[in-house]
């Protein structure tokens, strides 16, 4: 009798020591973490920021799909932990800056792609940067690249920019600058003092005429600044037809094409 109850006693053990072991090998994976002390930085480093009002800060995890959203109100700083991984972060919100003495709000935003974070713990910044108000003109599109015509050529007369009124009141494109960058991004040099970070210097102006309520842009409407403002299709059947564009670019001191029906944007300083 007492060996047929140490026969069960040892057999009920087995069975509990295979359940035990089951279970700790069918547990999941305790994933890594990292205490993150992340700064947000509003550049450039020149704006007087009185107040971040609020913040909202999206991390994703790219190769788990993990996602968080954090708020920050009424400052730039935030400590969070996070599964050790490589991450999307996306910024977006409002701050309170002094413009001329005048406290003025603004929204920004800011983007960092492929922040590895791994560690006990790490502290990183992102710079964040004001938008343009949504009470503005906006520019939606720039064509630059040009097209290619049934022979294999690149045929770039058809170049434009698509300015877009995103709001909903009318807007007046009078007066509106585009300026284009002495510094281009292709060609690096080392300039003194490095002025590229805080400031834009402008190689060429150009203005859209108006005494100021000579041209409206209604709501969601748009206008086309063409290079020429031709119907490029007779010279490139698969180009497009910029004969009825808002506006063209014509430097009067070379050949370029004047379409008399469009007009003239004004060559303000130096040639686009």
């Known amino acids: 009798m007492f060996k047929h109850l140490l026969r069960t006693l040892f057999a009920l053990c087995a069975v509990f020591s295979i359940a035990a072991c089951s279970s700790d090998s069918d547990a999941p994976e305790v994933q890594a973490q990292t205490t993150l002390n992340l700064q947000l930085k509003v550049v450039p480093e020149n704006i007087q920021v009185k107040e971040y009002k609020n913040l909202t800060i999206n991390f994703k995890e790219l190769n788990t799909g993990f996602t968080t959203t954090q708020e920050l109100k009424n400052t730039n700083s935030l400590k969070t932990v996070l599964p050790m991984g490589t ?12 413009d001329n003495s005048v406290a003025t709000e603004a929204k920004v935003g800011g983007a960092q792609t492929g922040m590895v ?41 058809d170049q434009y920019f698509k300015i877009t009124n995103n709001t909903d009141k009318t807007l007046y494109a009078d007066g509106m600058l585009l300026i284009q960058s002495a510094f281009m991004t292709n060609e690096k040099q080392d300039y003194s003092p490095n002025i590229t970070g805080t400031t834009f210097s402008a190689g060429a102006i150009i203005r859209i005429p ?34 009825h564009a808002n506006f063209q670019i014509f430097k009067e001191d070379s050949d370029d094409i004047d379409n008399p029906a469009v007009p003239k944007m004004a060559n303000v300083f130096e040639k686009w």
Do not use: C, R, W
């Not at 502290?123 to 108000?133: F, L, N, R």
């Not at 290079?227 to 497009?240: C, G, L, Q, R, T």
């Open 210 to 243: 108006g005494n100021g309520t000579t041209y409206p842009v209604l709501p969601g409407a748009s206008i086309i600044i063409a290079e020429d403002a031709i119907n490029h299709k007779e010279f490139n059947p698969s180009s497009i037809n910029l004969s």
């Open 117 to 157: 974070i791994n560690g006990t713990e790490q502290t990183k910044t992102i710079d964040i940067s004001m938008k343009a108000g949504s009470s503005d003109l906006i520019l939606e599109e720039v064509f630059y690249t040009g097209t290619t015509t049934p022979q294999g050529a690149m045929y770039f007369g």
């Open 87 to 98: 991450y999307n972060i996306t910024v977006e919100g409002s701050i309170v800056y002094s």
